[in-house]
Each structure stands twice: as C-alpha cells, then as structure tokens.
C-alpha cells in the first residue's frame, strides 16, 4: 500500500480554502531523493544532477532542487527563463532541444548554458544565426543498437539525435571551427528500472569518448547519461536499484580509463515523481454497465493514464484501512471515452465528496495539462518541511482563458 505524506485533516482544510483538483508536492521528499541521486555519484567528481525542466515547470521547485546541488535540463525558450527566474545560470544549465529556432539558441548562448545539439545540421545553423559556444555538445541516437521502450519508442524511430558517423563528423567539423570543449550525451528509454540498461547505456558512451579521442584527438569533458531513471507506480513494483546503476557506472569509468571525464544525469520523473499527489474529489456516482466514480479532476489535469495507459496509484482520504471491495472506472468530465483515470479500479465503497488521492503525479502531470473543453488549469501546493501549503502556482481562471481570445 502506498502512503501519502499528509492527513486527511490537513488536506480538508486545504481544500475548504482551494477547491479540488489540485497538485501537492512534497518538498522533504523532493530533497532527499535528490540528495540520494546525487551522493550515488559522488565518487565522479564534478557529477551534476541537471533536472528535466519538463517534468514539473515550476521555478519554486527548481529553485529547491538549485538548493540541492541540481541545475535544470532546458529543451524551449520558456524552461531556459524558468531556469533564470529559479537563479540558475551559465553551465548550470544544459541546453538539449530539437528543431529549435534560433532565438532559443541565441538565448541558451547568452545566459552561457551547456548548448547540446540534435542534429549535424544544426552545427551551422548554429554558426550563422549566433556563432559557435567554446562548448559544444551532441546528442547520440544508437538507432537499433539499442532497444527503447514503450514510452519513448524504438530509437530508430525516434526523432532525436544523431548516427554514430554524424557525431564524429561533428566533433570534426566543430573542432576545426574553434570549439574547445566537448560533451556527449544520449536519451534512450523513459521509466526504466532495470539497473543493467544504465550500465550499457554508460559502456556504449564511454566507448564512443574513447574512439573519437583515438580517431579525432578530441576529448570529451562531459559525459550526459540522459535520465530515464524509473519509478515504482504499482505497490509491488520494485524500486530503481540506484546503488547498483551507480556501481556498474563506476566499474566502467575505471574499465575505459575515462579519469577526468564528468558524468552528469537529467532525471526529472526519478526526483519529483514520487513526490507529486493529484487531489479530487468525487462529484457523482453512476451505474451501467459497470461502475463509474466521476471526479472533478479529468484528463487535463493528468493525461498519462489517457495517453499512455499508465497506472497511477489512487488512495481514498480516510478509507485507506477499509477494504478495496468494489470495482470503479474513476473518470472524468471531458468528451472523451479516455478520460480516465483508473478501469476497474478496486477501491473501499466511494461516496460523493470522498477525497481521492492519485499518486505519483509530481512528474509530466500538471506540466502536460492542457484546456480542452475549456478545463482550466489547476493550483500547485508545496508542502513544506513545517506541514504548511505554499500556493506555488494558482489556479488559472475563466479570465486568464478569455485574455487571448479576440472576442
């Protein structure tokens, strides 16, 4: 069974004062798996944690995680000054987009962010639109070489990164342009637990920082291991054996002789997942077919369970002693059939007004919100170490809609 990190008390006079849906973080959680994930690699030294923006939006918990040792993992213009507003800076910031204009590289330039490219081609369009950064890095795409997984797709399928030969074509090129310093990065699977798929994916990295050293006399100085780092959304999932991915790295590090190489990860699921609770409240009870709870959350507020499928955990405030007896389609009020959030969900008997607690929501929930049928966005909640909610976010309103419409 999964535990929440507050009561029902203090969740009902939360929302006596902000209505239902809303999102709570858990700061203390947020902290020490931070912390965990950076002490795994502390033997590495100058290992950076740089947090998928992402993942969760938020300045205030990038500014946490700042606290913490972590930079941010930017991909558009909006995450960079999400980044600067949370008083993170130059190669605290890395910089890994694709099909990116070139005010977005004019910007990752300007604030001195680790610029990390996609595509060879973008080497000149990089050139002409801003110049050349004295750091350059590129993104690997091992096509079938390895496998992907569901969520992020088979990698030569994918739209990201680049072949093998683009990227020694690129350290080329960029070091006969003036570039002096190098990184590599890859990203190949989303929500893995398995320890051994980070180990390879760290030996097909390493090999590559010894070849292009051999064949191009260039050095790699940055090593990006991606993120990907799963976590456990079922209560009999096992979690992510960090201590185990952190010594196979190791073990490698040594093997390839890569002394003087930083290795630096961009986890954001792994960090804020866990952390992050979507709360909703029951509205109505119907019967069909089968079951249905819905709730005033839908869709808009968490779309994983839609879109991927994914299973979210749901706990009943106040209930989580009474036993899971009966089977509910938890659902929401959008116009469509796969506004969902759990099918055939055993739960204790509902009510209309229970409190339902979806789990695991801190990482791609309210970041991938959206406002079909005209949902609006809702409120972020921090709780702090001091059992006191921070509004990190407010709900949106039906002003905030109307104010881009021509009316």
């Known amino acids: 069974m999964k535990s929440v990190p507050f009561t029902a008390a203090e969740i009902e006079s939360l929302i006596a004062q902000h209505p239902t849906p809303l999102y709570v973080y858990d700061e203390a959680g947020i902290r020490a798996t931070a ?20 993942a969760l939006p938020n300045p205030r918990v990038l500014g946490i995680l700042r606290e913490e040792g972590c930079g941010a993992d930017c991909s558009s213009l909006l995450e960079l000054l999400l980044a600067e507003r949370a008083g993170l800076s130059g190669e605290e910031i890395m910089f890994t987009s694709n099909d990116t204009p070139i005010e ?24 002409k639109g801003v110049g050349l950064p004295d750091f350059l890095s590129v ?20 739209k990201f990164g680049m072949t093998r030969e683009q990227i020694f074509e690129a350290y080329r090129r960029a070091k006969e342009k003036g570039v002096r310093r190098f990184g590599l990065h890859t990203m190949v699977a989303s929500n893995e637990r398995n320890a051994e798929y ?30 990907g780092i799963g ?46 609770y979507l709360l909703t409240q029951v509205r109505h009870l119907k019967h069909t077919y089968r079951e249905y709870a819905g709730v005033d959350a839908t869709m808009a507020n968490l779309m994983r369970p839609g ?40 739960l204790p008997q509902l009510q209309e007004g229970d409190i339902l607690v979806i789990h695991d929501a801190g990482a791609h929930g309210h970041a991938m919100g959206f406002n079909y049928n005209g949902k609006l ?13 921070e509004m990190i976010r407010r709900a949106e309103t039906v002003e905030d809609y109307l104010a881009t419409l021509r009316l």
């Open 35 to 54: 912390r965990k994930l950076i002490e795994a690699f502390s033997w590495n030294e100058g290992f950076k944690e740089y947090f998928a923006v992402k």
């Open 104 to 127: 977005e590289f004019a910007k990752a330039k300007e604030m001195g962010a680790l610029i990390n490219l996609d595509a060879l081609e973008h080497l000149d369009y990089l050139e």
């Open 139 to 158: 993104r690997y795409n091992p096509g079938p070489l390895r496998e992907g997984n569901a969520i992020i797709g088979k990698p030569e399928e994918a």
């Open 198 to 227: 980070f180990v390879e994916t760290a030996r097909m990295l390493f090999e590559i920082v010894r070849d292009v050293r051999r064949e191009l006399g260039v050095t790699i100085e940055l090593v990006n291991l991606g993120g």
């Open 231 to 276: 976590i456990p959304y079922r209560p009999d999932d096992t979690e992510a054996n960090l201590s185990k991915i952190s010594d196979g790295i190791r073990r490698l590090f040594d093997e390839y002789e890569m002394t003087g190489v930083r290795l630096a990860m961009e986890c954001g699921r792994y960090i804020t997942g866990p952390h992050g």
């Open 307 to 346: 879109m991927y499928g994914a299973y979210h955990h749901i706990t009943v405030l106040g209930k989580e002693n009474e036993a899971a007896s009966k089977a509910y389609d938890i659902v929401g009020s959008l116009c469509e059939n796969n506004d969902k959030f759990a099918i055939n969900r055993k």
């Open 377 to 389: 966005r809702s409120a972020e909640f921090l709780l702090r170490p001091d059992r006191s909610f």
